[in-house]
């Protein structure tokens, strides 16, 4: 009876908030972790010696592509929306060339052969020209989560690394560590 009368008498509210608002409601994971996580582990990146040791001997960006991103954690976590936090912050800092990822690929060669039929031969695109990557950008996100008497503590740790396609050497790892005490007050009647 409670509950039917609780349920009639609820309303909802939206309201409006900068996409880069920081919002906690339950502490898990969110969108917060994701891009300053992602801000963070680039800056590094970016600033260690492998990228002008690059430049250097080659005379040219290195182009890298993001592999796979594991989610090793205890949470359900969206990590596309991570290594598109990355793909953005890599991009956007002009250090580096990006290139399509392998479903982003096939759909482009589907254009360019279809190009090739439909298309004039002066706005055609040809094959073969594209810029394979020099580097591979994989990772994992894991945590650890510890819990008495309402309080709630989530540790989680990202480990990335860029390894060198030709090679297999890594030329950079780097992590990122996250604490969290989430509190969760139960109200008496």
């Not at 309303?11 to 891009?35: C, F, H, M, Q, Y």
Request: glycine share 6%; hydrophobic share 35%; with cysteine.
């Amino acid at each position: 009876m409670l509950i039917a009368f609780t349920a009639g008498c609820a309303s909802t509210t939206v309201e409006r908030v900068k996409p880069e608002e920081a919002i906690d409601l339950s502490g898990r994971w969110n969108d917060t972790d994701s891009r300053l996580v992602a801000e963070a582990m680039m800056k590094d990146l970016l600033s260690r010696p492998w990228l002008d040791i690059y430049v250097e001997k080659n005379k040219r960006q290195p182009a890298v592509i993001v592999g796979t991103v594991v989610n090793r954690s205890h949470e359900h976590i969206n990590v596309q929306t991570f290594t598109k936090d990355i793909e953005k912050e890599l991009t956007n800092s002009g250090l580096v060339q990006f290139v399509a990822s392998s479903g982003e690929r096939e759909e482009i060669r589907e254009e360019r052969a279809e190009q090739m039929i439909h298309a004039t031969e002066e706005t055609a695109k040809g094959v073969g020209k594209e810029t394979g990557a020099d580097y591979m950008l994989k990772g994992v996100l894991n945590t650890i989560q510890d819990e008495e008497k309402g309080t709630r503590v989530i540790y989680y740790q990202i480990n990335l690394e860029m390894i060198d396609i030709e090679s297999n050497v890594k030329v950079w790892l780097g992590d990122k560590k996250i604490k969290k005490v989430v509190e969760k007050r139960r109200f008496g009647f």
